[in-house]
């Protein structure tokens, strides 16, 4: 967290939403006060957990007032039951509802890339579509929530389905983590994600991914921050600072993908950075 806020000051970050276990929270707000909001992992660590250790838990988190939730659903968690509308997290969420948290944040999917070599085997993974469809059921059964899509909601490649998700559902919201995914799959469709931005800059929230680890060096920090502000403020073309072992070079280019800045206005930055934030 210290890392974190080391680089927030540098950005003139005022808060930094960040996720952690529900004992270091406390400790965590003695030292950096508002700086710090948290957002709580509804989770399990293997599939025979029971629901009520899940439940438990999550009313830790809401005893120490966290207002945000989160349901990470990546692929690689169905082997522990972690589906985005399992019947346990359809009642924390109904149980998280009811103490007044009103923010769901939501992993669904992954890369496409992941798709043709870690999830190549549909039966146990699903295919891309498939995730989305219990996403699609929570933001049905909880409508009076706000739905946020990490990661660019799992599909920076299909800037079409994100809309297609934004003009259904009036509650949902993307943000714009995962640095090395989100520069690798947006910066080739710039323009496409141009136009999404623009049409809905009210829904759209600033995330980097971050995770903090003592041997990280700053520069680690800091190269995140530079790509996330150079895509999204400008039209820099060049090369990325992150390697990225997910991307395939072609035959004697470069061995980090092309960074393509979409060049959003000002106003759609404000909005982006921080007052869509602020309002929720």
């Known amino acids: 967290a210290e890392t974190m806020l080391e680089v927030a000051s540098e950005f003139s ?4 939403v960040t996720m952690c276990p529900a004992d270091d929270i406390e400790p965590l707000r003695e030292r950096f006060g508002d700086q710090l ?100 059921r929570m933001m049905n059964l909880f409508p009076d929530m706000t739905w946020i899509g990490a990661h660019m909601a799992g599909d920076a490649e299909h800037p079409d389905h994100l809309q297609a998700l934004l003009e259904k559902y009036p509650q949902f919201y993307i943000d714009t983590s995962a640095t090395k995914w989100v520069v690798r799959e947006v910066s080739p469709r710039a323009e496409a994600h141009h136009h999404l931005l623009t049409h809905f800059p009210d829904r759209f929230l600033f995330g980097s991914d971050l995770v903090t680890r003592h041997q990280l060096v700053r520069e680690h920090y800091v190269s995140r921050y530079w790509c996330q502000r150079t895509l999204w403020e400008s039209t820099w073309t060049g090369l990325s600072p992150i390697a990225d072992a997910d991307y395939t070079p072609p035959e004697g280019g470069p061995s980090t993908p092309i960074l393509q800045g979409v060049g959003l206005s000002d106003e759609v930055l404000d909005m982006v950075y921080f007052r869509n934030a602020q309002r929720l």
Request: aromatic residues 10%; proline residues 4%; positive net charge.
């Open 13 to 16: 970050i005022h808060r930094t």
């Open 37 to 136: 909001a948290f957002n709580a992992m509804v989770n399990k660590k293997t599939l025979d957990e029971s629901d009520d250790l899940a439940y438990q838990t999550l009313d830790r988190f809401l005893e120490l007032g966290v207002k945000v939730i989160k349901l990470w659903s990546a692929p690689r968690g169905r082997e522990r039951g972690l589906f985005v509308d399992a019947p346990w997290r359809i009642e924390a969420v109904k149980r998280a509802r009811s103490a007044g948290v009103r923010l769901v944040m939501v992993h669904v999917a992954d890369p496409d890339a992941w798709f043709r070599t870690v999830y190549t085997d549909s039966t146990k993974f699903g295919t891309k579509p498939d995730q989305y469809v219990g996403l699609e």
